[in-house]
């Protein structure tokens, strides 16, 4: 028996539909890539979104075509999320911090239809152009006589062109909740990239989860400052939970430096900002110079890597910002967990808190999460064991997109890659990740763990953990390290710095110097490069 | 194309899974019939959940059977929520306070197969089974050793001896999500009372929207004090959202008085209390009373009927609680709008803020509304025109259980009977029922206007406004008076207690004093009944 409730499929549609009739006159600000501050509000941005949903139609693009945007963070981009999904095409976020092959080879498997880039990487697109032969239209998200004279990129159109040509009325169309709403390619350390394609369901379930109080508590009261770009994971998703609570958003565009941030914050009066740790180091360093205060943000989301404690106690004790430390995962919309405390952990000391706060957190509700061994036995939630975490939930993925073989799940639940332990009130923490764990005599070793006591010493830049193989003992761990500019560091001394820091089994058998350390795209530490760097290399006494 | 995402519907016993799985000590605390006070944890209300679905199989009910529940809000009432719904058969729960006939006229019209009921109801069911033979079973609510003597209830069990003989090991079944879940009636004021029937999916939307900020704010280090019944419309969906945040629940049972409420908020700690407005009337007396203050609640969400500005300003003023005005209905799940301010409003002064405050506030995000004329014509939202109330959304009825004819619905909305304002924020304030706006002359007069200044005047106890035929004006008002015992009142006087406190041509043409007012079942004047004991009444000057 059925209940006999109304039938309304949750689509990104509604979303800026709500927004613009319950929050109309919400502010919209962006910095630009010309320059200036742009503003606008919820019903403008609403009404441009239809602008750009005609004008696919008017470009004849049947639903399910793939339309790509190379862009910064700004209203335009917000436009397209909405006008594009809502029209029932695919809103793929292209990474433009990509090396122009792999960009390339990822519009080709996509077969982008249009692609819609800021001037910005008008030299990145007139590179790749002429490789993508399934892009019809070009679109350059620029007034029309800003449009980039002699690029050689053929079919290309201003987006206010491209926009002023079409009526703003326009009839969202209604459609199975379950059809594909945007696509985001996996950075791929390994391999080539893999798309994941989302739902106009699992966008809207994850607006929801997102914006609860023990995700990212969004309000209307709110005035959000997505740092953490459009092209990764849909700004973790951000614009749609946005515009379910119809709270004030804050762009930077392209301008990520300590000072750029630091003014937007203090000129909308940003309440919330989210990004990753790099990017909160640049705004701590400026506002530790110039001898800078917050007036009104409160809080900030951490993700995308681990936050180390010395960001966090900073942001807490001299700023009075709660740092709210997320995880997810391209595969996962992304959001997993969110570092919310109970009542129990709040009534930790100091200390105690801290060492809470620096977990990865507890899921949000929807998702849930087990740790296994190798043979996939569920390990018990003791804050001390480690295993493979796995996850599951509806705005978790089920297939890669184009995928050839077999589903990446392992009895429904999603393999992350990364190895954490739980503990009995359901807070994870990150050990590693599983392609990074030293595997030394039946034991784990975290390359983390080793990572952080060497980037803990005051002449080192970066470290590296990577696992050599070993005859007795399968793999000892060694630590390839970075000096900063000028400093000096002998094998020995960096040894002798891991006594008492961590187990002497977990202490590396060797220390390799470097000059730098190779980062993929999205600043990750490319530790498949490193190994490939150090082919031939043999450990000590081995 | 679709997207390529985990598929998983959204299910009742997946929330107590996750309560069970990530918040396993979290407290459950219930007041019982039996006098004390009883505690449990969400890990093993789980367990006993699937008891009770491990028993309705045992009885070989099949999917959608109807069980029904007469009973207060606690545990036990709780593990039926979820072990009914869970394992796909529908939880009916029934008001109480409706009269006998009333009562076996829904078991037949629902035909409910299980009936369990707390045994301060054994009187009504001894009264009512043999009306009722749909009824295979019927479940006191009791340890076996408490099971009422001597009743002449047939096929009787204690629910603690039914569920002892039962295992708690059960997989919960997937199956649709628009599967029903539960069914309210309502309380039908006119006519037959009416069946709403609940899925799995509203109900699950509704849990992640009743949760948010911008509703009712719910998260883990909440202490959530449902006084609002479980048999009204599922205490305004309280237990599905507790589960959904693991937060600590507090049951009243049957004691509702002023201490009993206090006793359990200090004791307990809870942070946020539910009910409608006459259950606080009580509670602040009590308060008042012995001078006391509430050492964790913070806020308090109040409901079912608008709640008066002294009522709101002491909580705020006096005892430092936050007023959250909601609104709802049966057939809305039943949240559809909260008032939390926007930074707008926040910035008001207090009588600014309280103006606002005292409307129903904005829509919950799902949730669409509008107000439109007789023909039809949506109205502007300028907080001045008023005109019926519609409503639309995933938790909103589509057509009534077993209902004959057309559907509820105009174009998709459902016309909720109530008049109201909405203004250019999007807050909505319920200005008068539909059936009880006196429509005089083209103009509407809002009767609860009229009669709210009434009730200002301090002999007066209750006052009621109806409409009476005029044949120039087609209705005008008069306003029916219950006294203060002991007060007195003359007519005269009552209608110059009205000059400057309304429009001239919005006094009631008359006052009729009356012993008491009747009342409905949830505690609503009958303005039906009114009507038939003014019959033969003609206005003064017709």
Redesign the interface.
């Known amino acids: ?8 499929p ?1 689509l990104i549609s509604a979303l800026i ?2 927004a613009e ?4 006159d919400g502010e919209i600000v962006s910095r630009r890539v010309e320059g200036d501050i742009h503003r606008t509000d919820w019903a403008t941005l609403a009404k441009r979104s239809r602008q750009v949903a005609n004008a696919l139609d008017a470009d004849q693009l049947p ?2 075509t793939r339309v790509a945007t190379v862009a910064w963070n700004g209203y335009r981009h917000m436009e397209l999320y909405f006008g594009v999904s809502g029209s029932q095409r ?1 809103l793929h976020t292209l990474n433009p911090r990509l090396h122009p092959q792999q960009l390339a080879w990822i519009i080709n498997h996509a077969e982008d239809t249009v692609v819609c880039f800021d001037t910005t990487f008008t030299p990145l697109i007139a590179a790749v152009h002429s490789k993508c032969p399934t892009v019809k239209r070009w679109v350059a998200l620029c007034d029309a006589d800003k449009l980039p004279a002699d690029s050689g990129i053929p079919n290309l159109v201003s987006y206010e062109g491209w926009l002023a040509a079409q009526s703003s009325n326009y009839r969202w169309p209604q459609f ?1 909740e ?4 945007s696509l985001c390619y996996t950075s791929g350390t390994t391999g080539n990239p893999k798309g ?7 966008t809207l ?1 994850h607006a ?2 997102a ?4 995700s990212l ?5 709110d005035a959000v400052l997505p740092v953490v770009p459009m092209f990764h994971v849909n700004a973790w998703g951000l614009p749609y939970a946005a515009a ?3 709270c004030k958003l804050v762009f930077p565009g392209p301008a990520m430096d300590g000072k750029s941030i630091y003014e937007l914050i203090e000129g909308e009066q940003v309440s919330l900002a989210a990004g990753v740790p790099t990017v909160w180091q640049m705004l701590l360093g400026h506002l530790q110079a110039g001898g800078l205060k917050f007036s009104k943000l409160n809080r900030t989301v951490i993700g995308g890597s681990a936050c180390p404690p010395a960001m966090l106690t900073t942001f807490q004790d001299v700023y009075g910002v709660e740092v709210l430390h997320a995880w997810g995962m391209t595969e996962m ?1 992304p959001l997993g967990t969110a570092c ?4 129990k952990q ?1 009534a930790l000391d100091d200390a105690g808190r801290l060492k809470v706060r620096l977990k990865q957190g ?2 949000v ?1 929807g998702v ?1 999460m087990k740790i296994v061994d190798g043979e996939g036995k569920e390990l018990p939630w003791d804050g001390r064991t480690y295993g493979d975490l796995l996850v ?10 184009r995928a050839e073989g077999d589903s990446p ?1 392992v009895d ?1 639940w ?1 393999p992350t890659g990364d190895v954490a332990t739980i503990d ?1 009130d ?1 807070f994870m923490q990150i050990t590693d990740r599983s392609k990074d764990v030293i595997k030394s005599g039946g034991e784990w070793i975290s390359s983390i763990d080793v990572e952080n006591v060497a980037m803990a010493h005051p002449a080192v830049a970066m470290a590296a953990c990577i696992g050599m193989p070993h005859p007795k003992w399968d793999e000892r761990p060694i630590v390839v390290v970075a000096l900063k500019p000028g400093a000096e560091l002998s094998r020995d001394d960096m040894l002798a710095f891991y006594e008492g820091k961590i187990a002497k089994w977990q202490i590396p058998d060797d220390v390799v110097f470097v000059q730098s350390i190779p980062l993929g795209a999205t600043g990750k530490m490319m530790k498949v490069s490193l190994r490939e760097q150090l082919k031939g290399y043999v450990l000590p006494g081995v």
Not at 21 to 24: D, F, G, P, S, T
Not at 217 to 221: D, I, V
């Open positions: 028996m059925l209940g006999q409730m109304q039938n309304h949750l539909t709500h009739r319950h929050h109309a639903a399910g695919v199975d379950n059809t594909a709403s994941v394609l989302y739902s106009h369901r699992s379930l929801y989860a914006a609860l109080p023990d508590n969004l309000s209307a009261r379910a609570v119809g919309s919310t405390l109970k009542n709040l507890r899921v509700y849930d599951r939930g509806p705005w978790i993925i089920d297939q890669y997109f799940l429904g999603f009995a359901g």
